[in-house]
Every structure is written in C-alpha cells, then in structure tokens.
C-alpha cells in the first residue's frame, strides 16, 4: 500500500530565514505529487504539482519554490519566510488509473 | 482553485441524528470526491464517485453524485462523537491530474 511520510510535523521559523519541507513515498513509483497549503479555518489551496522528476508547476505566485530531486521525494522550499508562509502544509499523491488524491499527516509551520 | 461551493460552512448537530452537506458547481466534473480531516491531521477519502447518479456507501456515511454533473452530496446517519471534523468535497475533470476543493463543513456533534 502507499505511504506517504511528512517531515518535519511542527516548525517555527522566524521571518527571513529558509525553509525545506520533506515529502517521501512508498509503495508506489512515478507518482504524480502535490503540495498544499492550509490557513487557518480555510480550505485547501494547490500550490505545486510534478508528474516526474524535475517536472515541476506551480499554482501560484508566491514565496515557495519545489523540487522533484527523486521519484518518491518532494521538496517545498523558501528562501525567506514571510508571515503570511505561515499554515498546514501538505503532501499528497495521486493513484494511478484514478482521479483519487491521498494525503499525508502534514506539516504545521509557523512564522514568528 | 476552490471553484466548488460547499455548504453548509458548518453544523452543530445531536448525536443520533442524520446530517447531510452537499457541494455544487458551475462546471460539470467526472469525479467526485469526499475527504474527511480530524484536527491536525491531512484529509482521509471517504467516498469516490465515477458515474452521474451514483449511490454510494461507506458505512454510515452514503454520498451521491447528481445527475447533471455539477454537484454531489454526503450524508451521515446517527451521528457519533467521532463523526467531528471538516468534511471536503473535492471534483475533477477527466483530462488533468487536479482537483477542485469546497472550503469545507465543519461538523460539531452535541453529544
């Protein structure tokens, strides 16, 4: 079956200062992965998908940047964290054959 | 993007009682989905549906996909304790890998 695995489960950074969020899978190979973004009391918002290694596009302009640098592994980056980079981050991968999403546990990142 | 409207935005119900949230769009979707995410937590699947008109059940909860395409239901029979959370329906269409989410339903049970 599919795992996916989130690291790290809680941040706190400071504004200014670089992020890296880990997303790791298993039990599956060439997985389309997906990075969201939760506020607060909010819905989800898409903010990267990759159909492979490299392949990266983005949503939204923004503050974050992604990587694919394997095919289980996706990356979410800043280089400077803003206030409103606060939120609930996270992971998912889509089942092939499906329309069908899956989660991970996410990461809750604050910004002091 | 959020392009589906999901409502109602959140219900305090009783335990024992049916319940039913439903999501609805502009745009016709193939799929429909429905999430469920406990506090802290990502959002698990519930409930898939393929077919406009489907009925489908997963244990208490049931959920269908209308006819017209552009909407979908879920409901939950007497309500537990457990059955809090956001409740998300989620759509996509054939030809990407995306989907569109509702801004959620929040459920309280009242034990």
């Known amino acids: 079956s599919q795992t996916i695995h989130q690291w790290p489960a809680t941040l706190v950074q400071p504004v200014g200062s670089p992020l890296s969020l880990e997303c790791t899978v298993e039990?599956?190979?060439?997985?389309?992965l997906y990075w969201y973004r939760q506020a607060a009391g909010r819905g989800l918002q898409l903010l990267f998908y990759?159909?492979?290694?490299?392949?990266i596009s983005s949503e939204v302009p923004q503050n974050l940047s992604a990587s694919r640098p394997q095919d289980r592994q996706f990356i979410l980056s800043s280089k400077k964290l803003l206030l409103s980079d606060s939120g609930f981050y996270l992971c998912?991968?889509?089942?092939?054959?499906?329309?069908?999403?899956?989660f991970g546990p996410g990461t809750r990142l604050t910004v002091t | 993007g959020q392009q589906l409207n999901q409502s109602p935005q959140s219900m305090f119900i009783q335990e024992g009682e049916d319940v039913s949230m439903n999501c609805t769009s502009s745009?016709?979707?193939?799929?429909w989905l429905w999430y469920k995410q406990d506090p802290g937590e990502g959002p698990v699947l519930l409930i898939a549906?393929?077919?406009?008109?489907e009925l489908t059940s997963n244990g208490r909860l049931t959920a269908q996909f209308g006819i017209t395409r552009k909407d979908s239901f879920l409901n939950i029979s007497a309500s537990i304790p457990s059955d809090v959370g956001i409740y998300f329906c989620a759509g996509s269409r054939s030809n990407d890998y995306k989907l569109s989410f509702g801004a959620g339903t929040t459920v309280t049970v009242r034990a």
């Open positions: 990759s159909v492979g290694i490299g392949q």
């Open positions: 549906l393929y077919k406009a008109g």
């Open positions: 998912a991968l889509h089942r092939e054959g499906t329309s069908e999403q899956y």
């Open positions: 039990g599956t190979s060439n997985p389309n």
């Open positions: 745009s016709i979707f193939n799929t």
